[in-house]
């Protein structure tokens, strides 16, 4: 059975190592890095897609796939834990209301991430015209993978396809990588650099060598349906000065519900502002815009997830915050409630001490 829009089927990952992680209430006074060594890499940080289409075959087994994204590990030895957090959005060619041909159908996507010919984790949509767009997100939990070898130059692949038995033939029917940019039956253009591929390499790290917080909030948000970013959480990465070397990886939950259908997104950054609605992210921080711009059409209920890691490249003065904001809008115009669930999401943040290097 193949999950609706927003609702992705994850197959192939392993127990939430994160639950064992400690709680951040400062470095260990006696760590020791010993052979514990962390890298994260954000990957390509705009227009990370390599494709702008998915071809929509008419059986899975006749699906061309896609290299949709891929970033190189340096010094991967056997044994290292490989971490893969994405995102990527996908939108039918068809939005609800248009008819042409083609148009009649929801399209079946996989996607999914490979460590070499090694199969990391694998979500499976079926796009409908009514959602129009889709979100893959791996969660760092379900994207680790054990390396079973050393391999001085490995890639981490997205890998995608596409299929419906009701596609026409000769590749005529299409998944967008990315947004549509207009009406895409008209001009044919898709707008990307919504999507990342990331890469975190633990090498001897044990739970208590992660140092974890997590916030959340109380009650309902309702988002104005203009357009005009509005923060539904900020997190304080830390309690005092963010130190040269530290590495995070950022995990986020937004659940919304909307009284009718309107356009949902988030973005995900980093300021000294917890009221800050908008932001160019952070000097010092590698890299300083720590994710993407992205989401769905929600009609009734959606969930948006967000990933992001970063390396601190010099010390920076606290307080700094993960802030999250939503942006809404009713396609064609109009306007709706929509809501977020502040208690039902959360901001989940998880440290590398500078100690453990690269």
Same mark, same amino acid.
């Given at each position: 059975?193949?999950?609706a829009?927003?609702?992705?089927?994850?197959?192939?990952?392993?127990?939430?190592?994160?639950?064992?992680?400690?709680?951040?209430?400062?470095?260990?006074?006696?760590?020791?890095?010993?052979?514990?060594r962390?890298?994260?890499?954000?990957g390509?940080?705009?227009?990370?897609?390599?494709v702008?289409?998915?071809?929509?075959?008419?059986?899975?087994?006749?699906?061309?796939?896609?290299?949709?994204?891929?970033?190189?590990?340096?010094?991967?030895?056997?044994?290292?834990?490989?971490?893969?957090?994405?995102?990527?959005?996908?939108?039918?060619?068809?939005?609800?209301?248009?008819?042409?041909?083609?148009?009649?159908?929801?399209?079946?996507?996989?996607?999914?991430?490979?460590?070499?010919?090694?199969?990391?984790?694998?979500?499976?949509l079926?796009?409908?015209?009514n959602?129009?767009h889709?979100?893959?997100?791996?969660?760092?939990?379900?994207?680790?993978?054990?390396?079973?070898?050393?391999? *001085?130059?490995? =890639?981490? #692949?997205?890998?995608?396809?596409?299929?419906?038995?009701? /596609?026409?033939?000769?590749?005529? %029917? !299409? &998944?967008?990588?990315?947004g549509?940019?207009g009406?895409?039956?008209?001009?044919?253009?898709?707008?990307g650099?919504?999507?990342?591929?990331?890469?975190?390499?633990?090498?001897?790290?044990?739970?208590?060598d992660?140092?974890?917080?997590?916030?959340?909030?109380?009650g309902?948000?309702?988002?104005?349906?203009?357009?005009?970013?509005?923060?539904?959480?900020?997190?304080?990465?830390k309690?005092?000065?963010?130190?040269?070397?530290?590495?995070?990886?950022?995990?986020?939950?937004?659940?919304?519900?909307?009284?009718?259908? *309107?356009?949902? =997104?988030? #973005?995900?950054?980093?300021?000294?502002?917890?009221?800050? /609605?908008?932001?160019?992210?952070? %000097? !010092? &921080?590698?890299?300083?815009?720590?994710?993407?711009?992205?989401?769905?059409n929600?009609?009734?209920?959606?969930v948006?997830?967000?990933?992001a890691?970063?390396?601190?490249?010099?010390?920076?003065?606290?307080?700094?915050?993960?802030?999250?904001?939503?942006?809404?809008?009713?396609?064609?115009?109009?306007?709706?409630?929509?809501?977020?669930?502040?208690?039902?999401?959360?901001?989940?943040?998880?440290?590398?001490?500078?100690?453990?290097?690269?």
């Amino acid at each position: 059975m193949l999950a609706a829009c927003g609702a992705g089927l994850v197959e192939g990952s392993e127990e939430d190592f994160w639950d064992e992680t400690r709680d951040d209430d400062g470095d260990p006074s006696t760590a020791l890095a010993g052979n514990k060594r962390v890298a994260v890499d954000a990957g390509k940080t705009s227009d990370a897609e390599l494709v702008q289409q998915l071809p929509v075959a008419r059986s899975e087994n006749g699906a061309a796939k896609r290299v949709v994204m891929t970033t190189q590990l340096p010094n991967i030895a056997k044994g290292d834990r490989v971490i893969a957090p994405a995102e990527v959005q996908v939108t039918t060619r068809c939005d609800i209301g248009q008819n042409a041909p083609g148009c009649n159908y929801n399209p079946n996507v996989r996607a999914q991430l490979r460590l070499g010919n090694r199969v990391i984790a694998t979500q499976t949509l079926s796009c409908t015209k009514n959602e129009h767009h889709c979100m893959f997100v791996f969660r760092p939990s379900e994207a680790s993978i054990t390396a079973d070898r050393d391999c *001085a130059n490995c =890639s981490v #692949e997205l890998v995608m396809w596409a299929w419906h038995g009701d /596609a026409r033939s000769g590749d005529q %029917d !299409k &998944v967008l990588v990315g947004g549509n940019d207009g009406n895409y039956l008209d001009n044919g253009k898709v707008e990307g650099d919504q999507a990342r591929l990331m890469v975190v390499r633990e090498r001897g790290i044990a739970a208590g060598d992660r140092a974890m917080r997590e916030s959340s909030g109380n009650g309902t948000f309702d988002v104005n349906t203009n357009a005009n970013p509005e923060v539904v959480y900020s997190h304080l990465l830390k309690n005092g000065d963010l130190e040269a070397g530290e590495q995070y990886v950022i995990e986020a939950r937004v659940e919304a519900n909307t009284a009718s259908r *309107a356009r949902f =997104s988030t #973005e995900m950054f980093l300021t000294h502002d917890k009221n800050a /609605a908008d932001g160019n992210g952070l %000097d !010092k &921080v590698a890299p300083s815009q720590i994710g993407e711009h992205n989401g769905v059409n929600c009609d009734g209920g959606c969930v948006a997830r967000k990933v992001a890691v970063f390396r601190v490249q010099e010390k920076i003065a606290g307080p700094v915050y993960v802030n999250i904001t939503a942006r809404s809008a009713v396609p064609g115009g109009g306007s709706t409630r929509v809501t977020v669930k502040r208690a039902d999401g959360f901001v989940r943040s998880v440290r590398y001490a500078a100690i453990y290097g690269q």
